[in-house]
């Protein structure tokens, strides 16, 4: 048996499972409490977009809403 260890310092980032690998994916961290950083799996040093958690919902349900479809 394969055992994989993760150091609880770092976070643990996912990709969306909307993504269909042609690169324009985003990445979610959901082990930090109170927020979920969103950054492009293609930059994983680069910046972040930080929502508390009230917001990421609501932004998640306004997506799958189709609120922001384009016209």
């Not at 994916?25 to 508390?52: H, M, T, W, Y």
Request: aromatic share 8%.
């Amino acid at each position: 048996m394969l055992r994989v260890q993760h150091d609880p310092t770092q976070p643990i980032w996912r990709k969306s499972s909307y993504s269909s690998g042609n690169g324009q994916c985003l990445e979610v961290c959901d082990s930090i409490q109170g927020v979920a950083p969103v950054r492009d799996s293609k930059s994983s040093r680069g910046p972040l977009l930080v929502f508390r958690d009230g917001s990421w919902s609501a932004f998640l349900t306004a997506l799958k809403a189709g609120s922001f479809s384009e016209s």
